[in-house]
């Protein structure tokens, strides 16, 4: 087989503007797709021991993938922008998460079996349950501004950073509620998936520092070599 070597070239930063363009239209692809799996990704971290991000690899390397038949029309490309391209759509995906992240906690911070005396006290003057679940979500984003400014996704992290906790009220009723992953766990959470979807981004990236494909089928015609003494 002829070995494929890698080279230093990079046609991204040549004189080569359809390699350029190839490129950075794979990473908004790869942007796309992690925005899109980001809303699954904000669930499926709350999993019980972290099992969730296992997903966030996957993420990467699935978005990788999809990428991939656009951006290998860039080949050559040099490791480094490789790296720095990786880098910079888990950061992206990483903030996507985490305001998803922030909505879904929202949404599911009164949710059952939390305030269950607002509930029936709810449900015996007519009004639907869910409502309670509602107010709850208003409450914590206005706890969020007052307590955590500016509120919002950024008071949502400083409120996980300093443990994810806080005693919630609707109305005449206030009961302790909490998110898992809180305190100085959360930050390193967030950093480790970030870094998860980077590796598998590289995993499906790192193939174009090469300027041809790399295969160990052998072509026609070509000699087979043997690797044995």
């Known amino acids: 087989m002829t070995p494929q070597t890698s080279s230093s070239f990079d046609a991204i930063t040549s004189s080569n503007p359809k390699g350029a363009k190839a490129w950075w239209q794979g990473l908004g692809i790869t942007a796309l797709v992690l925005a899109l799996l980001g809303y699954l990704l904000a669930r499926l971290i709350m999993l019980p021991f972290l099992l969730g991000l296992f997903f966030y690899l996957i993420a990467g390397m699935i978005a990788g993938a999809l990428a991939f038949r656009r951006a290998r029309h860039a080949r050559p490309v040099r490791g480094r922008t490789i790296l720095f391209g990786c880098v910079f759509v888990a950061l992206w995906a990483t903030v996507c998460i985490n ?69 919630l009220s609707v109305g005449s009723f206030t009961e302790p509620v909490s998110v898992q992953h809180g305190g100085l766990l959360w930050p390193i959470r967030t950093a480790i998936g970030a870094m998860l979807i980077a590796i598998g981004l590289w995993f499906s990236f790192e193939a174009l520092r090469r300027p041809t494909p790399v295969s160990n089928i052998l072509q026609p015609g070509e000699p087979f070599e043997s690797l044995d003494d």
């Open 99 to 167: 305001f998803y992240e922030h909505e879904y906690i929202i949404q599911t911070i009164g949710a059952e079996p939390r305030f269950a005396e607002a509930r029936n006290e709810a449900m015996s003057e007519g009004r639907p349950s869910q409502e309670v679940t509602s107010q709850a979500g208003d409450a914590f984003r206005a706890r969020l501004r007052r307590d955590f400014s500016p509120g919002g996704m950024i008071g949502y992290d400083r409120w996980m950073m300093a443990g994810g906790k806080m005693n």
